[in-house]
């Protein structure tokens, strides 16, 4: 019919073959680290879509779209759109993304932007996004901590463009354990506590929060995606596939590329050379993140009546006396499924003994 058709690369702010024509001595491959790559990506400046996109009025006879309630679901309060992403953008760049550099990491603070969905299906464009980042980052009455915020934002701009990249060029990335020195180390594909932190019942409050607004919400903070899935990967010693697997179930946003790479990085096994583990110590990162409980308390109703930060540490379980009366509708919280500090020291032992590195601290 004298159409023609086109492909462009517009998941990504910077397409891969973008930042790798940046790397002039083994030209066109892709990046299997950040930091070099983040200094590629950071010399190109992506230029707007050219090509311009018009939908064809066909007259093709079609079915209607289905509608949320044929899946089950209730329908959403607000539309799914481009000037809905559009408008959220403006909205996160007047305000929290200013505060993004504390934001990203406390999970009751300054909002992150909650375009990962949008971004997964299109109604809004990276390009778009890192454009109207460096647009903002022109006013001048901007304060240095409000810059930083604005680059931190873009450098996760740049880490999803990394990971995107990285099953571009490496295909055989969503099973593969990328690491050599990991190829032989062997993760359970279960644990008798499985269950439980799939529920959000491990004892574990930051854990079990995280899980619980997943499970809400359909999204879950990033620093606390962190840790829950440190204590699948470690503390219960489960592999890094079986948590992807399972949150894809409840995540909006539908990034295999970013599950997994997020998902290897935490295990260790993924591009990037991790010297050890990446146990993370869900009390001590609570205390650091959540210091006045406040997420905690949000989203595990059996402890949202109890005062204090003392929430935060089920071992010093001062409230457990509070927890035992019965004072609250169905179950009380889960006393903590496992010490985490013996099966910490535990994996890490193991880990010495197969793989070699030596290990610092935990997180
Ligand atoms: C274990 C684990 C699993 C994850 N699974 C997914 C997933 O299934 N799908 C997904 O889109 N993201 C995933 N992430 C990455 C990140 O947590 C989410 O993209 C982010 O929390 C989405 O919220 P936001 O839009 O408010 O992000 P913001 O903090 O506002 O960041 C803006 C955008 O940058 C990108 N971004 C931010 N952090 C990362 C990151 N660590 N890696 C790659 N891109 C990033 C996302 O597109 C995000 O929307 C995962 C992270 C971890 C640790």
Redesign the pocket.
Known sequence: MGLRAGAVHDSPAVSPEETAAVRTADGGRGYRSFVPYLRAWSQVTPEPLRTAIRLAATGVASEALPAASEFGAAPRSSMVSAEAAGAALTAFLDGPALAYSTG?HTPAGSP?????AD??IGTISARTVLARINERLRDPFLLAEEREGLRD?TK??A??DF?LQLAWFFEDVPDAILQPKMQSFRFARSHRQLSAWREGRTGYPLVDAGIRQLHATG?M??RV??VA?SFLCFDLGVDWRVGRDE??RY?I?D?PA??T???QW?AGVGADLAAYPRIYNPVNQARRYDPSASYVRRWIAELARIPGADVLDPATAAHRPQLALDLFDGDAYPAPVLDHAAVARAFLERYVREVGSAAPATL
């Open positions: 990203q992150t932007s909650q375009l990962a971004l997964a934002y996760a701009l880490r999803r990971f999204w903070h990033p995606r962190l899935a949150w894809d995540l946003e990034e970013l599950a790479g997020n998902w935490i």
